[in-house]
């Protein structure tokens, strides 16, 4: 097994934005009491203040943005975080500006992912299950509260849609980018042969869907519609996965599900924040640097003795 302490992250999130400058400070720091400590974030032509809001998480070393313009830019971003950083990372998930990892048992995400993978050394990634939250009956924007507050109503565990395949059995998946040979979706990768990815219980999912939905251990909260406006906004905006833009106001009143009142991860944060430490760049740096010497040490004690 390779050594942990020799990469200077241990868990990044890639994503690609658009105009998310209203989210993007909750959503970055929700995931650093979560256990991220490193973003590559993808800029796709943002014309609000996203980049402003990034800018001291960026001169803090904890944020590397990259401008991505153009179309259908989302797979060039997923595919080329993990080909130029793998090394810099010992796990990496692919997730929107709207998607919060919610591990349930109080621990940070990199705990759990360790905890489930280290049980088959075949497993590459852990797929996980995402909760869809809807709007608590909003109509407006409300910018001066966050998401997580807003929205604490959600579908039920196992809510699927069978003509629209965005119920909760979809998965995101956190994964050893060394074992990658391709992101060909944003909820799913490629493996090298015989790797593969697993649930919460170490069952092998195949592709994106994972059913039943188990999120027992871990759940991916997506706020994907929030408000009837915010909606609105995000149809404006459009999407970067596909030329055309598979947002629609019918889809607001399909995905607009409440029947479940869910705040655990307000609980979670709460926690989280209570215990928080933040590694500087210089100590990772120094881990970093003492586990290759004490590797190199090793190598040559044990040479001398062939």
């Known amino acids: 097994m390779v050594d942990k302490n020799l990469f ?13 400058g209203h989210y993007l400070k909750e959503w970055l720091d929700y995931h650093l009491l979560a256990g991220v400590d490193h973003f590559y974030l993808y800029d796709n032509e943002s014309t609000d203040n996203q980049a402003e809001v990034a800018k001291p998480y960026i001169e803090a070393g904890l944020v590397d943005y990259f ?17 130029r950083f793998k090394f810099y990372c010992r796990y990496m998930t692919f997730i929107d500006g709207d998607e919060f990892i919610f591990p349930k048992t109080n621990q940070s995400i990199v705990e ?16 996980v299950n995402i909760y869809n939250f809807g709007s608590n009956g909003q109509d407006k924007a409300d910018y001066l509260r966050g998401v997580l507050e807003r929205f604490t109503r959600r579908a039920p565990s196992d809510w699927v849609r069978l003509e629209i395949p ?26 090298f042969e015989g790797c593969y990815a697993v649930n919460e219980n170490g069952n ?11 999120a ?12 009837r406006e915010e909606y609105q906004k995000k149809i404006e905006r459009g999407t970067a996965d596909s030329v055309h833009n598979i947002y629609e106001m019918k889809f607001f009143d399909i995905k607009d599900r409440n029947e479940v009142f869910d705040d655990g991860i307000l609980k979670y944060r709460a926690v989280r924040a209570e215990k928080f ?3 500087s760049t210089a100590e990772r740096i120094n881990r970093v640097a003492e586990a290759l010497t004490e590797n190199l040490s090793n190598m040559l004690t044990e040479k001398s003795f062939l």
């Open 8 to 20: 200077l992250h241990d868990l990044a999130v890639v994503a690609i934005l658009k105009n998310e």
């Open 67 to 83: 401008p991505a313009p153009g179309k259908v830019m989302q797979m060039f971003a997923y595919n080329d975080a993990p080909k």
């Open 112 to 127: 759990i992912v360790d905890e489930i993978l280290s049980r088959d050394n075949k497993a590459a990634g852990l797929a």
């Open 166 to 191: 965005r119920g909760n059995q979809l998965v995101s998946t956190i994964l050893n980018p060394r074992l990658v040979n391709l992101m060909p979706s944003s909820h799913f990768a490629t493996y």
């Open 204 to 214: 092998v999912v195949q592709g994106a869907f994972n059913n039943p939905v188990t």
């Open 216 to 227: 027992q251990k871990i759940v991916m909260n997506h706020y994907n519609t929030k408000s």
């Open 277 to 279: 430490y933040l590694k």
